[in-house]
């Protein structure tokens, strides 16, 4: 592993735009890391970077200004396997704040039980190469029929080209799947690429759930005139196709990024995602809504 910058680097705009969409009442950002502070919740010492703190007091501001009124929190890799700082975050978000759990396929039962009963709603694992290997496949199929008995669901996040060998055994899962990030396609591809394609016909099977976050990141390069346009389409075809089925996302604060992303751009891209009104609100607030059981 390359040697960590000894220089926190900082993700997030401290001030991004204010959109111009409105969002509807009950809107959630299903996607969202928390980092530190690193004095309260030490970062991992496996990190690939060291960020600047993102604590949930700047999310929760962030929220307010953009209008989000629920969430869902992410455990990050630059926190490793120690979810206390999303569980800090569920507690203090009073119910409108829930979490998905790094942890390991050989996991206790008993702390799935207890991750459970403080708001976490999966797991998630990586198959990134830069994030570290999540390991074999047959582990966490079987790591489902556990989470199964505590009411939890699997999030994958995973390189696109392994969407190909990752689907066949995903769909052997006990519980829905959560895919991260619209499978990580190129989105310059177009709608015809395999990968995408893949991606679509993987979400023919009621089993699976897709994230339409992350335009930015598969179309990071587009001119600002031409703002994430690719990662428009693609986000607008899973919408169209699939809307029962879609989350949305920030990805704040945008970890290992190629840029720093304004939010506020990121909300108002949305009115160019949704063919409607009534999409809008199918995907950011009934299906987080039901899927992640958020108090009424």
């Keep these: 592993m390359s040697e960590i910058s000894s220089e926190p680097v900082l993700t997030y705009l401290r001030q991004p735009s204010q959109p111009v969409l409105r969002l509807p009442p009950g ?78 396929a050989q996991v206790c039962d008993a702390e799935l039980r207890r991750l459970a009963q403080v708001g976490f709603r999966g797991v998630r694992f990586n198959f990134m190469k830069r994030l570290g290997e999540a390991g074999r496949i047959d582990p966490i199929i079987a790591l489902t029929r556990r989470l199964a008995e505590v009411g939890m669901h699997l999030q994958v996040h995973f390189e696109s080209a392994l969407i190909h060998a990752l689907a066949g055994p995903l769909a052997q899962s006990a519980v829905p799947v959560v895919i991260d990030h619209m499978g990580r396609v190129d989105a310059t591809l177009g709608v015809g690429h395999a990968d995408f394609q893949a991606l679509l016909r993987l979400l023919e099977n009621p089993l699976f ?88």
């Design 27 to 104: 809107a959630c950002d299903a996607h969202v890391h928390v980092f530190g502070p690193a004095a309260m919740y030490p970062y991992a010492p496996q990190r690939h970077f060291t960020p600047v703190d993102a604590p949930r007091e700047t999310l929760f501001a962030l929220h307010r200004r953009l209008g989000i009124a629920r969430c869902v929190v992410v455990q990050s890799v630059v926190h490793g396997l120690d979810n206390r700082v999303v569980e800090a975050a569920i507690a203090a978000g009073e119910g409108r704040y829930l979490g998905v759990a790094l942890v390991e």
């Design 209 to 296: 759930r897709v994230k339409v976050s992350g335009i930015d990141r598969i179309d990071a390069q587009a001119p600002p005139e031409r703002r994430y346009a690719a990662g428009v389409a693609l986000a607008r075809e899973l919408v169209t196709r699939f809307p029962e089925r879609c989350f949305w996302g920030s990805d704040w604060p945008h970890p290992n990024h190629t840029h720093v992303p304004d939010d506020g751009v990121l909300v108002d891209a949305l009115a160019r995602v949704m063919p409607d009104h009534a999409h809008l609100e199918q995907v950011l607030v009934h299906n987080p809504m039901n899927f992640y059981r958020f108090p009424a």
